[in-house]
């Protein structure tokens, strides 16, 4: 699982883009860094999937970084300078200021798929059970006059609304409308 490093000038600047990237829902272990050798560091000894940095760092700049990174490691350059073209097909810029939704999309973008969240797979009902909402939802689309979509959102909502499972729901539904 690669981590991301993320190193500018102020360390409470560095705190608060990590802070930002959590709450956003990226899952990679973040860690920020002081300077160029420190992120340089942190290269070799982790799994390294992405760099964010400012131009300048306490002791290098992003250029200088970005020769001693290893060339699938790549740089996220945060900068002001709109007229800033990168030198290397490895750097990707993102102007300040920036809203959050841009950050999280760019990082994505940077990071590989094999070290992004895994999606969750979407859970087949089994026949039986899907029968019993099928069901369900014919006996409020003829008894209540709804469609499709508006059965199943009221039975959706029921179990939401209950605590009870969808497929528990729909047998309610079945049991109050069979007397």
């Known amino acids: 699982m690669g981590c991301i490093l993320i190193a500018m000038p102020k360390i409470q600047d560095s705190n608060q883009l990590a802070e930002m990237l959590r709450r956003s829902g990226i899952w990679q272990q973040t860690y920020v860094c002081s300077s160029g050798n420190e992120v340089l560091r942190e290269t070799a000894e982790k799994d390294v999937s992405l760099v964010i940095c400012t131009k300048k760092m306490s002791d290098m700049g992003y250029e200088e970084l970005s020769t001693y990174l290893p060339m699938n490691v790549p740089i996220m350059l945060l900068t002001k300078d709109a007229g800033l073209v990168p030198f290397s097909s490895n750097v990707v810029i993102l102007l300040m200021p920036f809203k959050v939704g841009d950050l999280v999309d760019t990082v994505n973008t940077l990071i590989p798929e094999a070290y992004r969240k ?35 959102r009221f039975i959706q909502k029921l179990s939401m609304n209950s605590g009870r499972t969808l497929l528990e729901s729909a047998q309610l539904v079945i049991d109050n409308n069979s007397t």
């Open 118 to 152: 895994p999606r969750k797979v979407k859970k087949e009902r089994a026949p039986e059970e899907q029968k019993v909402i099928d069901v369900a939802k014919l006996l409020l689309m003829n008894r209540n006059h709804m469609t499709e979509p508006e059965a199943f």
